[in-house]
Every structure is written in structure tokens, then in C-alpha cells.
């Protein structure tokens, strides 16, 4: 399998298929309105504004499953993030990432990836009290939270994976390295 061969529900529920986005670079990240990582949609926004000429779309899927902070529903996550944020890109309809329910997008990215790195001691105290507020038994190469990101080639290969507490922003370098 590959990436092409998944499709996603948009917002208004209906199918969207990955295949459209060939030879495209891709972000693809579970978010949450009421996280505290939430501000990252500025920098992704920020991206998305240098890069989408260039070929690069960001996959948004809202993600409940980490402390309920993505409630509401899809519209009304939308139309939060185009107020507060002023996105641009869409955002896709609500998935699970982890459990019996979990996306099976979610799962492909997860088995090709399977680990973040997390940089600095900030961030890995950060990611240390996220585990403990999760109260999840995570497995393997389960998402810890919100904002996970996944950066996809133009190719369809899933190339990296980035930790919650990584700043979009700082992604630049590897996506001027596969645009």
C-alpha cells in the first residue's frame, strides 16, 4: 500500500482520496482547538502561505482523543481556526490516531515512522508530562498528543515524523529539502 491508496472524510463528510495530492509535499497533522499547542497553527499557516505555490498542503485532522480538546463540531473547529488563526488550508473531519477506532490513514503513518524524536531537554520535560497527563497505556508507536505532524515527499513517502512540542515553523529546512 501507499499513501495514494487511502481516502479521508472532509468535512462535510463526504470522501477525499490522497491519490489527489500526488506530487504534492505534505503536512499531515492531528490538531485540537483547545490544546496547548493549539498557536502551532501559526506556523503551519505560515508554511502553508511560503510553501503552497510550491506544492505543499497540510492535511488538518482534529483529534478528540487527548483530554477532549477538540470539541465542537467540524465546521465550528473550522471557522475557529480561520477567526483565530487565519487559516487557509481545510481542515479534514474529526479521526481517532490511536485505539480500535484509529483511522486507517493514521495507522499506515504511524508503521511507516513509528517514532518522533523529540530535540531538547524543554521539550522532552514537556513530552514527559504530556505521557503523564494522557493517562493512555500507549503502544508502540502510538501519537502521544496533539500536533503530531508527519511530513510527506512528493513521492508519497512519509519521511518524518514530528514530536508535538516540535514548532512547524522549524520545519522549513525540510521541506525546502523535498519541494
Not at 51 to 64: A, K
Not at 99 to 116: A, F, H, I, M, V
Not at 146 to 162: A, C, M, Q, S, W
Request: charged fraction near 30%; charge should be negative.
Amino acid at each position: 500500500m501507499s499513501i495514494y491508496d487511502y481516502s479521508v472524510k472532509k468535512r462535510d463528510g463526504s470522501d477525499f482520496s490522497l491519490s489527489n495530492l500526488k506530487g504534492k509535499v505534505m503536512i499531515i497533522v492531528n490538531t485540537a482547538t483547545g490544546c496547548g499547542f493549539t498557536p502551532q497553527y501559526e506556523g503551519l499557516e505560515q508554511l502553508y502561505q511560503k510553501y503552497h505555490d510550491s506544492g505543499l498542503e497540510i492535511l488538518d485532522f482534529p483529534c478528540n482523543q487527548f483530554g477532549h480538546q477538540a470539541p465542537g463540531t467540524n465546521d465550528e473547529i473550522h471557522e475557529f481556526c480561520q477567526s483565530k488563526y487565519q487559516t487557509s488550508f481545510d481542515q479534514f473531519a474529526k479521526l481517532e490516531v490511536n485505539g480500535d477506532k484509529e483511522d486507517s490513514l493514521y495507522t499506515y503513518l504511524k508503521e511507516q515512522q513509528p517514532n518522533e524524536e523529540v530535540k531538547g531537554l524543554k521539550n522532552k520535560m514537556a513530552m514527559k508530562a504530556i505521557k503523564k497527563i494522557a493517562k493512555n497505556d500507549f503502544k508502540g508507536n502510538d501519537i502521544h498528543w496533539n500536533f503530531t505532524k508527519f511530513l510527506v515527499d512528493k513521492e508519497g513517502n512519509v519521511i518524518k515524523r514530528y514530536d508535538p512540542t516540535f514548532d512547524p515553523k522549524n520545519m522549513e529546512q525540510d521541506i525546502e529539502g523535498i519541494i
